[in-house]
Structures are given as structure tokens and as C-alpha cells.
């Protein structure tokens, strides 16, 4: 059974950091890209960040560029964010998705959400 | 940037509804359109992919359509279970994928 379970959110103050994972399990991870999506109080949805099977191609949302780091590390099936001088509008629950390339590319499973406040 | 519309934002049905949802894009997007639904509380579930194909595991009473800039996410007869904030999502700028802003669906 595939499983994605995120960890390390909490309560943060203004330009504080979280070091955020996402642990996987039930499928070879190395093989698929994934990525960062968040969900703000009440809002839609926010693609954050993604990074290929091997890690070698990495992209972010404009919003969060320059203080966000996406990695992986697949002897460990897991994927990270670290979230460097974090905002209140940082705050959101954020999620791990894995890429399934069928006839373009969707996300096919996501973890559970760890919520994120930054708030002094 | 392409940039997804859905409409409504939000609507009231009834248990065995047909209902619609439309999702509209910036610029053609070929069949590059997928459809998620969340329930509150949960992480969003694919639902649709590529337009039109069902993601495994969903309800046949779930169908989605179009191509090019409009597509549409169709319940028949909907169900309690059903009711959910449903998404759009484009993937034809793979891999930077964005969402439309979502339909609520509400029990009338």
C-alpha cells in the first residue's frame, strides 16, 4: 500500500525555520517525482515545490523562492522541505504528492498534511 | 502562467443530483486537465485524469470532458459521500501544475 506521511510542522515564529519530511513507503521511490503542495486556512490549493526521481531538476512557486529548499534522499524514501525566514502568509497545511505520468501527469497519492503556523 | 477558472464556486444539490462543474484555462491546454476532490479535513483524492479517464478505484457515476481551454467535471446522481470541494488542475506546463481556485458542493 502506498503511503506518504509529512512530519515536523508546528507553531513558528515570524522568520523563523521548519525542516518539514515526508516519509514514503509501499512503492520504489526513487522512481517518482514529487512535491510540495499547501493549503492556507479556508483557501484552494498551492503547488510549493518539486523535485524529479533523482533530484536533479527542482522548481519553486515564485512565493516561496530563495527561502524554501526542496531535497530527497532516496536510500531513506523521504523527501524534505526546508522553510527558511518563514511569513504568517506561510501559514498553510502542507502536503507531500507523488507525480504518475499517465497521458500528461497528475498526483496520484498524498500524505495526510502537517500544519504549519507562523504567527509571533 | 496559465491560469485556471472554475464555476461555480460553490453550489447546493440535492442526493441524486446531476451535477456540473467548469473549469476554463488561460490558454489551450489540450487534454492536460485533471480533477481532485477534498473532503474537509482530508488531502485532495484524484479523481480524473487527462480529462476524461478515470482514476482507478473512483465511482463510474464520476466523468469529466473537454479539451482546449473548457472542460467539465460531471457527478450522476450524486451521492452523500459526495459532497466536497472539487479542484481543477492543469498539467500541460508539467511539471509546474497549478490549480483553479475550486467548487464547493453543498447539500441543499
Known amino acids: 500500500e502506498v503511503q506518504l506521511v509529512e512530519s515536523g510542522g508546528g507553531l513558528v515564529q515570524p522568520g523563523g525555520s521548519l525542516r518539514l519530511s515526508c516519509a514514503a513507503s509501499?512503492?520504489?521511490?526513487?522512481?517518482?517525482?514529487m512535491n510540495w503542495v499547501r493549503q492556507a486556512p479556508g483557501k484552494g490549493l498551492e503547488w510549493v515545490s518539486y523535485?524529479?526521481?533523482?533530484?536533479?531538476?527542482?522548481y519553486y512557486a515564485d512565493s516561496v523562492k530563495g527561502r524554501f529548499t526542496i531535497s530527497r534522499d532516496n536510500a531513506k524514501n523521504s523527501l524534505y522541505l526546508q522553510m527558511n525566514s518563514l511569513r504568517a502568509e506561510d501559514t498553510a497545511v502542507y502536503y507531500c504528492?507523488?507525480?504518475?505520468?499517465?497521458?500528461?501527469?497528475?498526483?496520484?497519492?498524498w500524505g495526510q498534511g502537517t500544519l504549519v503556523t507562523v504567527s509571533s | 502562467d496559465i491560469q485556471m477558472t472554475q464555476s461555480p464556486s460553490s453550489l447546493s444539490a440535492s442526493v441524486g443530483d446531476r451535477v456540473t462543474i467548469t473549469c476554463r484555462a488561460s490558454?489551450?491546454?489540450?487534454?492536460?486537465l485533471n480533477w481532485y476532490q477534498q473532503k474537509a479535513g482530508k488531502a485532495p483524492k484524484l479523481l480524473i485524469y487527462?480529462?476524461?479517464s478515470l482514476q482507478s478505484g473512483v465511482p463510474s457515476r464520476f466523468s469529466g470532458s473537454g479539451s482546449g481551454t473548457d472542460f467539465t467535471l460531471t457527478i450522476n446522481s450524486l451521492q452523500p459521500e459526495d459532497f466536497a470541494t472539487y479542484y481543477c488542475?492543469?498539467?500541460?506546463?508539467?511539471?509546474?501544475?497549478?490549480f483553479g481556485g475550486g467548487t464547493k458542493v453543498e447539500i441543499k
Open positions: 504528492a507523488r507525480v504518475q505520468v499517465a497521458r500528461g501527469s497528475n498526483w496520484d497519492y
Open positions: 509501499g512503492f520504489t521511490f526513487s522512481s517518482y517525482e
Open positions: 523535485i524529479s526521481s533523482s533530484g536533479s531538476t527542482i
Open positions: 490558454q489551450s491546454i489540450s487534454s492536460y
Open positions: 487527462a480529462a476524461s
Open positions: 488542475q492543469q498539467s500541460y506546463s508539467n511539471p509546474l501544475l497549478t
